[in-house]
């Protein structure tokens, strides 16, 4: 059993808590790191959680085992690099980083230090993309040609406080919300981006923002790719890989549709399963028994310079050529 700390227990800090706590033979969270104890007191007491405010007091404790940080995506960097060098193993919740020089830091951190980085892309865990998956890997539609994948929901409209209202901490649009888990879907499918270009519809502001952003990705393989988040709309989850001798599309969690030619559509569906107990689940794994974390260095680094190049696509209203990698 790992010791956990998760530093930072808003809304997101708390489903991860859940999740786990009470639930899982492999991690527990012992304590919480975060700026306001007196609004986490009774969620700590009632999951058996010690409170504090201090980051390094508890990077400095033996009993803690490994750190979950659900901050601010600014600060993530600095407070992995501080994680690695006292030895602790760290599973950050997405986006790594908004930079890509900030996750090389970060990573390198880790690598120096030997521990384990895990990030919180609990769509990977879905057993429907991890059908997807294994009939991209197993060649069954052929050459691949194009993706398309949507992300969209309402949580905007409903969790508008904090980070989703700084344009510092959450730039284009839906992008660190929603739209770094299709990218992410996207690194792990056809691999990296080697062109993109975004645009970014606003409409008036009337309270929580309202906007769409689309952005046209090229990728290293000649690969095309469109990606797609609304804010303030109900949730839908697509992703959609067309090869040369079919299609494999997911919708949601539980559903996959697959066509291939002169056949009919096959759909096929999949128990719902708790995806961020099997995130924290092969995090604590990977601490453990020193296997890796099943996203690699590199698809975490190439999925923040993609995004990070939607960033600067939208400032500079044009297409953005990402470095070979």
Same mark, same amino acid.
């Given at each position: 059993? %790992? ?9 997101? #800090? ?10 899982? /033979? ?21 999951? /058996? ?9 508890? *990077?400095?404790? #033996?009993?803690? =085992? ?15 690099? @501080? ?12 986006? *790594? ?35 997807? =998956? ?7 539609? /052929? ?5 398309? /994948? ?26 660190? @919300? ?13 691999? !990296?981006?080697?062109?993109?270009? @975004? ?9 929580? !923002?309202?906007?769409? *952003?689309?952005?046209? %990705?090229?990728? @290293? ?43 009919? !559509?096959?759909?096929? #569906? ?5 995806? *961020? ?21 590199? =698809? ?26």
């Amino acid at each position: 059993m %790992i010791d956990a700390a998760i530093v930072g227990l808003g809304r997101w #800090g708390r489903n991860l808590v859940d999740s786990v706590q009470g639930k899982s /033979g492999q991690l527990r969270f012992t304590r919480a790191v975060v700026r306001s104890p007196e609004n986490a007191r009774e969620f700590a007491a009632r999951h /058996g959680l010690e409170v504090t405010t201090d980051f390094g007091a508890m *990077l400095a404790d #033996g009993k803690v =085992q490994a750190v979950v940080l659900t901050t601010p995506h600014s600060l993530h960097a600095e407070q992995i690099v @501080a994680a690695a060098a006292a030895g602790k193993p760290v599973f950050c919740e997405k986006p *790594l980083a908004l930079r890509t020089a900030d996750a090389e830091r970060a990573i390198e951190a880790c690598r120096r230090a030997g521990v384990t980085l895990g990030v919180g892309y609990n769509r990977r865990f879905w057993p429907s993309m991890r059908e997807l =998956q294994r009939i991209v890997g197993g060649g069954e539609l /052929g050459e691949i040609l194009h993706v398309e /994948g949507h992300f969209s929901n309402e949580s905007t409209g409903r969790f508008y406080t904090g980070w989703r209202d700084s344009e510092s901490e959450s730039p284009a649009g839906g992008m660190t @919300a929603t739209g770094v888990h299709v990218l992410d879907a996207f690194v792990s499918l056809v691999g !990296p981006a080697r062109r993109v270009h @975004a645009q970014l519809v606003e409409r008036e502001r009337g309270g929580e !923002p309202i906007d769409t *952003l689309t952005a046209f %990705i090229e990728f @290293a393989n000649r690969v095309s790719g469109v990606l797609c988040c609304v804010r303030t709309t109900p949730l839908y989850w697509r992703v959609h890989v067309f090869g040369r001798d079919g299609s494999a599309e997911v919708l949601g969690d539980t559903e996959l549709v697959l066509r291939k030619t002169d056949a009919p !559509p096959q759909r096929v #569906g999949f128990e719902r399963v708790d995806a *961020l107990r099997l995130e924290l689940e092969a995090f604590a794994g990977a601490v453990a028994n020193g296997a890796p974390y099943p996203i690699p260095f590199e =698809q975490m680094l190439e999925g923040v310079a993609a995004m990070e190049a939607i960033v600067r696509s939208l400032e500079s209203k044009g297409p953005v050529v990402l470095p070979p990698r």
